[in-house]
């Protein structure tokens, strides 16, 4: 038992959040703009599946030039950047109305919830 345990703890992944607790940092910081359903968009894109995506991608949602011509893909690195400031920083001229999750638990949640949404 304290050798599995043992062995459990030490390969964790430095940054594993916690894809439940996720889900409740999604409700309360991003659910009034984003849902996590495919094909649902609010004030911002769907968020179905975004680890992975080109940025600006979502065919019927009506992006900024900003995020439109962005070039990179989300990756959870890319989302741990941008999610971590003022999206108007990371992205100037989003109409991304975001002021960042400083919060780093909460953020590796939060990702590790939007990782497990496909
Ligand atoms: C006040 C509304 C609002 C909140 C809150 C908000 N967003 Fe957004 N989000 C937007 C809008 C609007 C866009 C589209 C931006 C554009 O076109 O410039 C967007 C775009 C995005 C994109 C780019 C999507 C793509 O298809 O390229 C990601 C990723 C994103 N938001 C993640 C989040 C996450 C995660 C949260 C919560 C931590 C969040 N947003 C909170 C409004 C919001």
Same mark, same amino acid.
Not at 37 to 44: D, P, T
């Given at each position: ?11 964790? &992944?430095?940054? =594993? $959040? ?11 910081? %991003? #659910?009034? %703009?984003? #849902?996590?359903?495919?094909g649902k968009?609010?004030?911002? &894109?769907?968020?179905? !599946?975004?680890?992975?995506?080109? =940025? $600006?991608?979502? !065919? ?5 030039? =900003? ?16 999610? #971590?400031? &003022?999206?108007?920083?990371?992205? &100037? ?6 002021? !960042?999750?400083? @919060?780093?638990?909460q953020l ?7 990782? #497990? @949404?496909?």
């Amino acid at each position: 038992m304290t050798g599995l345990l043992f062995y459990g703890a030490g390969t964790l &992944p430095a940054l =594993a $959040g916690d894809a439940d607790a996720g889900k409740d940092v999604f409700k309360q910081e %991003c #659910s009034e %703009c984003h #849902s996590p359903r495919e094909g649902k968009n609010k004030k911002g &894109p769907s968020l179905f !599946g975004i680890v992975g995506r080109n =940025a $600006g991608s979502i !065919g019927d949602y009506n992006y900024s030039d =900003a995020l439109k011509n962005a070039k990179w893909v989300w990756t959870e690195d890319k989302l741990h950047w941008y999610l #971590s400031q &003022p999206a108007k920083q990371a992205n &100037p001229g989003t109409k991304m109305k975001y002021p !960042g999750l400083d @919060n780093a638990k909460q953020l590796d949640d939060l990702i590790s919830y939007l990782q #497990s @949404n496909h």
